[in-house]
T-cell receptor, first 115, second 114 residues
Framework: DAGVIQSPRHEVTEMGQEVTLRCKPISGHNSLFWYRQTMMRGLELLIYFNNNVPIDDSGMPEDRFSAKMPNASFSTLKIQPSEPRDSAVYFC???FGTGSSYEQYFGPGTRLTVT | QQPVQSPQAMILREGEDAVINCSSSKALYSVHWYRQKHGEAPVFLMILLKGGEQKGHDKISASFNEKKQQSSLYLTASQLSYSGTYFCGTGQGSGGTSYGKLTFGQGTILTVHP
């Protein structure tokens, strides 16, 4: 079975540009998570969905960030406009079932560099 | 609030044992352990649920003391492949929007030398 798929794997963009990160969760999983990882802040949860519905977006840094999950097999994380401090590795993860009793499977990540 | 892991880093020789601790200031429902190698995604190791159980496979095991809000990961007879950063992720359990989310510790960097 294919794991979590993320695209692009690397993104370099200039400050002010719009960035869209994409994620395809593991088939059959009904929870999807977006994380950001930096040296300073570690691994932070940005938002998570259950059955395509956003449940908790308290980790989204500001209004420049938005996430959607139009169907069970696709999610996007958008940053508009991007800033240098958004540079990080963004991971998408999915799990089967609700609640924190289910293991999460991480995608390979998107390394974002904003210049 | 982020759980606290200790130690922050450790260096071992192949064959030595290691213990990594994870402490939370909040009541826990679950503790997850992940290992991340440089430039790669975190990989799930094991999950422990409220009930104080201990789990393990091969030479890696973990315990969960819900009263102390702590978990420990035990690495026995370490191998070179054990090198990486280990993260604990804690879940607060049922109710409210925190139901599904994990909060990760800052990580413990483990280096195993021949």
């Amino acid at each position: 079975d294919a794991g979590v798929i993320q695209s692009p794997r690397h993104e370099v963009t200039e400050m002010g540009q719009e960035v869209t990160l994409r994620c395809k969760p593991i088939s059959g999983h009904n929870s999807l998570f977006w994380y950001r990882q930096t040296m300073m802040r570690g691994l932070e949860l940005l938002i998570y969905f259950n059955n395509n519905v956003p449940i908790d977006d308290s980790g989204m840094p500001e209004d420049r960030f938005s996430a959607k999950m139009p169907n069970a097999s696709f999610s996007t994380l958008k940053i508009q406009p991007s800033e240098p401090r958004d540079s990080a590795v963004y991971f998408c993860a999915s799990s089967f079932g609700t609640g924190s009793s289910y293991e999460q499977y991480f995608g390979p990540g998107t390394r974002l560099t904003v210049t | 609030q982020q759980p606290v892991q200790s130690p922050q880093a450790m260096i071992l020789r192949e064959g030595e044992d290691a213990v990594i601790n994870c402490s939370s200031s909040k009541a826990l429902y679950s503790v997850h352990w992940y290992r991340q190698k440089h430039g790669e995604a975190p990989v799930f190791l094991m999950i422990l649920l409220k009930g104080g159980e201990q789990k393990g496979h091969d030479k890696i095991s973990a315990s969960f003391n819900e009263k102390k809000q702590q978990s420990s990961l035990y690495l026995t007879a370490s191998q070179l492949s054990y090198s990486g950063t280990y993260f604990c992720g804690t879940g607060q359990g049922s109710g409210g929007t925190s139901y599904g989310k994990l909060t990760f510790g800052q990580g413990t960097i483990l280096t195993v030398h021949p």
